[in-house]
């Protein structure tokens, strides 16, 4: 089982930028599909973008534009960068992975890090 762990979040005002971490403890090549997923107090957990083994990348239409997500295999890391950040951006951001299909359902992964709270003052 892999394991995740989130870094890089904090407060910054809007249109501002926060680069978001996820330090796996397995190499990123075995994993087929990592994501980012955000959940707000009373929210369901919503997905923000994914990446798969083959390159391919998708992203919620809120992110679309202004999120960017990456990997570092050498040091088994999987980022967020975004940019233009909004209030509505708010939330506890999380990091997945499975080895299977995906998309951005969160029933699509059973592995999952801590959480890293963003939060975006306007």
């Known amino acids: 089982q892999v394991q995740l762990v989130e870094s890089g979040g904090g407060s910054v005002q809007a249109g501002g930028s926060l680069r978001l971490s996820c330090a796996a403890s397995?190499?990123?090549?075995?994993?087929?599909?990592m994501a980012w997923f955000r959940q707000a107090p009373g929210k369901e957990r919503e997905g923000v973008a994914l990446?798969?083994?083959?390159?391919?990348?998708t992203y919620s239409d809120s992110a679309k534009g202004r999120f960017t997500i990456s990997q570092d295999h050498a040091k088994r890391t999987l980022y967020l960068q975004m940019n233009s950040l909004k209030p509505d951006d708010t939330a506890m951001y999380f990091c997945?992975?499975?080895?299977?299909?995906?998309?951005?359902?969160?029933?699509?992964?059973?592995?999952w890090g801590q959480g890293t709270q963003v939060t975006v003052s306007s």
């Open positions: 990446t798969v083994s083959g390159g391919g990348r």
């Open positions: 397995e190499d990123l090549y075995n994993l087929y599909c």
């Open positions: 997945a992975a499975g080895r299977g299909w995906c998309n951005l359902s969160p029933t699509r992964f059973n592995t």
